[in-house]
Nanobody
């Protein structure tokens, strides 16, 4: 059974940091595209970062560029999202997802994801 498990969320003060993890089981993350998507209450899902597993090239939404870093660990079959300088507007449920049908993040997006993990809540508040 293919599963993605996101973890690492929590409550953090503005300006703080968190690292989210996305662990895969049932398949390897050697190929395809892995993404982090977030959804705040009353808002649509927002694609915030992608990584192409073939060459580790990355994409960031403007809202998180310079603050968030996506990375991967082949040995652990895990993708990470390091989030620094967090803001209250970063509060959301964060999901990791995989697009197994493309190799380049430029050909992927929220609607291309065919595997989704359960979300992890990130709350940024003082």
């Amino acid at each position: 059974e293919v599963q993605l498990q996101a973890s690492g969320g929590g409550l953090v003060q503005p300006g703080g940091s968190l690292r989210l993890s996305c662990a895969a089981s049932g398949f390897t993350l050697d190929d395809g595209v892995i993404g982090w998507i977030r959804q705040a209450p009353g808002r649509e899902r927002e694609l915030i970062s992608l990584i192409s597993r073939s060459d580790s090239s990355t994409y960031y939404a403007d809202a998180v560029k310079g603050r968030f870093t996506i990375s991967d660990d082949n040995a652990k079959n895990t993708v990470y999202l390091q989030m620094n300088s967090l803001k209250p507007e970063d509060t959301a449920v964060y999901y990791c997802a995989a697009d197994s049908l493309v190799r380049d993040w430029r050909r992927s997006g929220v609607y291309g994801m065919d595997y989704w993990g359960k979300g992890t809540q990130v709350t940024v508040s003082s």
